[in-house]
């Protein structure tokens, strides 16, 4: 007698037929369960293949270089109960790589960002103190209220994808040298180098820190900021931002008369200038500021980004056609101030032309967005393939140039 749990006894002589009969039901059972396993498995793949990754979540960091000053449409606009004295611009270089991103978003992936760059903000305004801005358009009375840390405004933390910093020359302050290279360069020689010779033996009377005292502080505190951005979101692409091109290495070109290059009228119509061994010296002191970041950042196992390279040939000594960045007078909207405050003296500029203080213009904030969108695009694509960036602002997306 066999017996089985479906069919109870089976005669004797009916046994192999009606065993045959029962597994071919079985069958038929589990081959339905599995087409409908199937059927479901088909159902549900697809939904999970075209779920969209989150956005990456991208904190732009920096001083005036980032912010943009007078480059584009302030931002937030003017007027608004928003705005905070840091002068950021819908022309800066943050804002050109997140229409890029926007328009080729890099492996598909949406990119958010946080824009928090603010002008004249030093390195350890980025991670650990509070700063108080300078915008000069629209400044409340009483001047603009502090703000806090710019990893707090951004909202850095572990689920940031991308953090980029272009910060560093205000902890020189190059606002102090600036300005006294002027006053010291004014009715000097062209080959004089009163500003240097200052700033190596102990500092100029309205400036008493060397030059190697200054060094130091900027490569103790980057490196600290990058430590504490790097706990803070300990999951991001970090990227560091260089400075361009912003005094030539030979100065023998620059019109020591020229107010949209180097030199500037003071209220009450005095001409001060730097000169031309100052205007060289000072090219090193950016080129040895963009050597500390560029050492730290690779130190730390993060990405740098030159933007001195790209911009030779576009310094403030150009022409108006040709340079990136503009001297202490040049081409803003009007309502950017043409009178602004140094450290210790008032500048003002005429002949339509507005305080632009060294900073980039258009053309330069755009070089720069190409170098920074190329490095974000190359943060984010998938580490198993080798990869390529196409070259200009919005024009780039992940290649593949290699193979798997």
């Not at 931002?241 to 030199?263: N, Q």
Request: aromatic letters at 4%.
């Amino acid at each position: 007698m066999f017996h089985t749990k479906a069919s109870g006894p089976v005669p004797h002589g009916q046994g192999r037929g009606a065993l045959r009969t029962l597994l071919g039901r079985v069958a038929v059972r589990r081959g339905a369960l599995g087409v409908l396993a199937v059927l479901m498995l088909a159902v549900t793949v697809p939904a999970t293949a075209s779920a969209k990754p989150q956005p990456v979540q991208w904190a732009a960091l920096g001083d005036s270089y980032t912010a943009g000053v007078f480059v584009g449409a302030p931002s937030p606009p003017l007027g608004s109960p928003d705005r905070d004295g840091c002068a950021r611009t819908t022309g800066s270089y943050p804002y050109l790589v997140e229409r890029g991103l926007a328009a080729h978003p890099p492996a598909g992936r949406a990119v958010r960002l946080t824009d928090v760059g603010c002008g004249n903000a030093t390195v350890n305004e980025i991670t650990v103190e509070r700063q108080t801005p300078i915008d000069p358009v629209q400044e409340p009375p009483g001047g603009w209220p502090g703000v806090a840390p710019q990893v707090d405004r951004a909202h850095v933390r572990a689920s940031t994808g991308v953090v980029t910093i272009g910060v560093g020359v205000n902890t020189l302050p190059i606002a102090d040298m600036e300005e006294a290279c002027l006053l010291l360069g004014t009715g000097r020689p062209d080959r004089a180098t009163p500003c240097r010779d200052a700033y190596e033996n102990g500092g100029p009377p309205l400036d008493h820190e060397s030059i190697h005292a200054k060094y130091d502080r900027i490569t103790r505190q980057y490196g600290a900021m990058l430590r504490a951005v790097r706990q803070r979101a300990p999951h991001a692409k970090i990227i560091t931002v260089g400075y361009p091109t912003i005094f030539p290495a030979d100065a023998r070109g620059c019109d020591r008369h020229d107010p949209t290059e180097l030199a500037t009228r003071l209220v009450g119509g005095e001409l001060v200038s730097v000169t031309h061994g100052d205007i060289a010296w000072l090219h090193g002191v950016i080129t040895h500021v963009n050597a500390i970041i560029r050492s730290l950042t690779e130190r730390y196992g993060d990405t740098y980004v030159d933007t001195a390279t790209s911009s030779v040939g576009h310094d403030a000594c150009r022409s108006r056609a040709a340079k990136w960045v503009h001297g202490f007078c040049g081409q803003a909207a009007p309502y950017w101030p043409k009178e602004i405050s140094l450290v210790h003296v008032t500048m003002v500029c005429s002949g339509g032309n507005r305080a632009t203080i060294v900073h980039p213009d258009a053309a330069g904030q755009a070089d720069i967005a190409a170098q920074v969108e190329a490095a974000v695009r190359t943060a984010l694509c998938p580490r198993r393939k080798s990869w390529g960036v196409a070259g200009g602002t919005g024009a780039g997306r992940c290649l593949r140039v290699g193979h798997p």
